[in-house]
Structure formats: C-alpha cells, structure tokens
C-alpha cells in the first residue's frame, strides 16, 4: 500500500499552488509480489484547510493468485486553518479498502476469497514546517485512531515530507507511519502464535521530474507487522508519475 500508502502524501509546492494532483504506476519487486500499483493523488489547499486523498489500486499480485485488481484502499484527510498564520492544524482522516485472492484447497481446486481492511477514523492536529520558497516542506500529525472492529483507543504518529532541488528537477517525498494496533501471528514451520501491538510503515519516494508533467523514480516500501506480514519488510518499486 500503498498507503502508501501512501503513496504515499505530499505537498507540491504547499501554499503556492491551489491544488496539486497526480497519477503513479509502480512496479513492486518485493518478495512474492511482482505486481502493479496505481496510486491517485490530491491535494487542494482552500481559505479553510486543505484536503487531501488519494487510492490505490494493486493488480495481480504473487501473493494473491488473482489476475486483475486484487485490493483497493483509500485515506481522506481533511485539515482546518486555525488562522492565517497559524502553522498548527486540527485534522480528521478516514482510510479503509477491500481485497481479493485465491487458493487451492486439499482437493486441489481453486477457491477465491475476499477480505476488507477494517476502516479507520483519526482526529488530531498537525503542524507544518517550510522554507521560504516552499522547496521543503515537513508536517507532522498526531492522531487519535479509531480501528472499527479492532481498536477503539489507538494512536498514530505520521511524518510527510517534500524536498525539492536543482530547480525542482529532483524531488524527494514520502511518509511515514507508525501505530498501536494489535495483530496475531501464526507461523508456517510450527503453528506457533506471535502476537505484536505496533505497525509501522514508511514509503520515500525519489523522482527526477524530467518536465513539468512527467516524473520518473521510485520508492521503497520499508514496513513492519503490516499487511499481515509478520515482521520487517523492504519492497522497492519503479514508477512513473503525471502531475495535471
């Protein structure tokens, strides 16, 4: 996920521009994923906040057997100005999606299943530190986390970064996450149950913009106890990115 992510999130050029939006393809060549991610990406600054989403889309991965789209998942945040010059604000956020794999069973047919990632709503604040020309721009977010089903009283730090240089033909950007959340473990080799109470995520991304449109890149996708994958993850991608 991209959660991914975010994407992952990010602020263009934060202030100067009313909204910024684009379109990425990654190709995600992790461990028994091999698979393709589409990520759709807002953000628009307005006299009262900003608002910002964006949704992924994975298409046939390893891990899941299913051609086509295999798991969609999106987050909406929203943010509201405090005052003009107020660096802090508050914020509400809601993330939630669904997914799809098969298997074969011991009679050696294949069987589909189907799955939702439980919705989450947080409410906190967030305060905003940038450079004069908005070159770069770092928010961090503290959030009260609702999990429905799972977690009626968690908490989520995020930090969101964008920086820019050589003229804005090298952007780094990206996220990073991390929650109390509960999970269960079984292990392959035994049976045996781990239990852990944080996930952690982070997706920095690179990209040389080579017009104002088009950018090239990538990201690595660096996770722990997330996506029901015990344990530390690192799944690089390639990806290309249009900017309307």
């Not at 994407?7 to 028994?32: C, E, S």
């Not at 098969?102 to 409410?123: K, M, P, R």
């Not at 995020?158 to 003229?167: E, M």
């Not at 990201?219 to 290309?240: K, W």
Request: charged share 20%.
């Amino acid at each position: 996920m991209k959660r991914f992510g975010f994407i992952a999130v990010l602020v263009f050029v934060f202030g100067l521009m009313a909204k910024a939006q684009n379109v990425q393809l990654h190709y995600d060549m992790g461990d028994d994923r091999k698979m393709v991610t589409s990520t759709v990406e807002m953000f628009k600054a307005d006299d009262w906040g900003s608002t910002f989403f964006f949704i992924d889309m994975d298409y046939g991965s390893d891990a899941s057997g299913v051609d086509g789209m295999n798991l969609a998942y999106w987050e909406i945040a929203r943010s509201f100005k405090v005052s003009k010059n107020c660096a802090f604000e508050p914020r509400v956020e809601y993330n939630g999606g669904f997914g799809r794999g098969e298997f074969v069973d011991g009679n050696n047919e294949t069987q589909q299943y189907h799955y939702s990632i439980n919705s989450s709503f947080l409410a906190g604040g967030q305060y905003t530190w940038n450079n004069a020309d908005f070159s770069k721009v770092f928010t961090l977010q503290a959030n009260y986390k609702y999990i429905k089903d799972k977690e009626d009283a968690s908490f989520q730090i995020t930090a969101v970064w964008g920086l820019h240089f050589f003229d804005r033909k090298l952007s780094l950007t990206g996220f990073a996450d991390i929650w109390k959340e509960e999970n269960v473990f079984v292990k392959q080799t035994n049976g045996d149950l781990t239990e852990t109470d944080f996930v952690f995520i982070a997706e920095p991304q690179i990209w040389y913009n080579a017009t104002k449109n088009l950018s090239v890149g990538g990201e690595v996708e660096m996770s722990s106890n997330f996506g029901g994958n015990e344990g530390f993850m690192v799944n690089p991608t390639l990806a290309a990115k249009w900017t309307f």
